[in-house]
């Protein structure tokens, strides 16, 4: 009966074991699955726009050479990603649809601009620095091919991390210039890579579900207070200033921060911040414009098979 499939998969993630695509699943653990991989995926696509802005403004041919293999890198983790949610049953039409028509969502954090050089340097040391927290714990998560895509794509976003770090810290032990430019990218990216690791965990309503069946292993603020205590001291040693008056250690070491403007956080989620509806419509375009290669890879296949049937 359900229930003792529900019981029998319940007791399979206790002892640890992950969960397979063709293994029985409850329809949440799937629907939640497709909703957070599907979501996880769009989020890498969109995630190549900001810092892909910049590939022809590189300062160096070396900072350009590791930018364009950072995005191309980005680009590989959702195509992973896809193919992980197509294990649970979901299409590339329905998830494609889903984003295109703003059902699904994708991390609020690439609805901000990158104004300056210094913001793909602050991004890389910020936004793969909270990534890599959120995802590290996901890599241990109940089902297997999510936690196994997660190895890969930590390690990778490892080098995207420390890249930005190392950036980061010259400019911001370079010229006046540089330094001003490395503290502004500080001050506008601090607050959202705070947020993107999610509401507070009293606002949270798919933790409970997520975190019973092993697929989140920390809630959101445990993983927001691992990212800050890693970033603070390491940002502080760069000689930047954090943007946050409240910012402070308390006995136990943790760094606590000052309030969080969730209002701003929830109008960029429902579509109102900065560069939400440049960042859809550049998927929409990139979508059009391959249409022909869907096309013709359609009437390819269908060659193929009537040559077979012959
Ligand atoms: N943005 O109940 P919760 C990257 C939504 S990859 C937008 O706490 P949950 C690599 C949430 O979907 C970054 N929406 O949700 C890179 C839910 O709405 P729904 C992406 C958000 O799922 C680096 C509602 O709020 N990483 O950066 C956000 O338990 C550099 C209630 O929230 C992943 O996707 C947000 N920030 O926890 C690329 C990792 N936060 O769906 C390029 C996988 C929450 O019910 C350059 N995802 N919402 O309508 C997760 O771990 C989780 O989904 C969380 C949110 C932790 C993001």
Redesign the pocket.
């Known amino acids: 009966t359900e229930q003792q499939h529900l019981e029998a998969f319940e007791a399979r993630i206790q002892r640890g074991e992950k969960i397979e695509a063709g293994d029985w699943m409850p329809d949440e653990y799937r629907r939640?699955l497709i909703?957070?991989?599907s979501?996880?995926a769009h989020?890498?696509y969109v995630?190549?726009l900001?810092?892909g802005a910049w590939i022809t403004r590189a300062p160096s041919l070396k900072r350009k050479m590791i930018l364009i293999a950072?995005?191309q890198d980005?680009a590989g983790?959702g195509q992973y990603l896809y193919h992980a949610a197509e294990t649970l049953g979901a299409t590339r039409e329905e998830m494609n649809d889903a984003l295109l028509s703003g059902r699904?969502?994708?991390?609020?954090?690439?609805n901000y601009p990158s104004l300056t050089w210094a913001d793909v340097g602050m991004?890389?040391w910020l936004?793969?620095g909270?990534?890599i927290k959120?995802?590290t714990?996901?890599a241990g998560c109940s089902y297997g091919p999510y936690s196994r895509a997660m190895v890969r794509?930590c390690s990778e976003?490892t080098f995207?991390h420390k890249q930005g770090k190392e950036m980061v810290i010259q400019y911001a032990r370079g010229s006046e210039k540089q330094r001003q430019m490395a503290q502004d990218a500080l001050n506008r990216w601090w607050w959202p890579s705070l947020?993107?690791?999610?509401?507070h965990?009293a606002?949270?309503?798919?933790?409970g579900v997520?975190s019973r069946w092993g697929v989140?292993l920390k809630s959101?603020d445990e993983?927001r207070q691992e990212f800050i205590n890693e970033h603070v001291p390491e940002l502080l040693e760069a000689g930047l200033t954090i943007p946050d008056p409240d910012l402070h250690q308390d006995e136990s070491g943790n760094w606590i921060h000052g309030p969080i403007d969730w209002n701003e956080?929830w109008n960029?989620?429902k579509g109102n911040g900065p560069l939400n509806k440049e960042r859809l419509g550049a998927r929409q375009k990139a979508h059009d414009e391959g249409a022909w290669v869907r096309e013709a890879m359609q009437a390819y296949a269908e060659r193929q098979l009537a040559q077979a049937a012959d």
Do not use: T, W
Request: charged share 20%.
């Open positions: 939640q909703r957070m991989i979501q996880h989020s890498e995630g190549m900001p810092e950072k995005v980005e983790h699904a969502k994708y991390s609020s954090i690439f991004i890389g936004v793969d909270a990534a959120n995802q714990m996901l794509i976003e995207h947020m993107m690791l999610g509401p965990d606002d949270s309503p798919n933790s997520l989140k959101n993983v956080f960029v989620v």
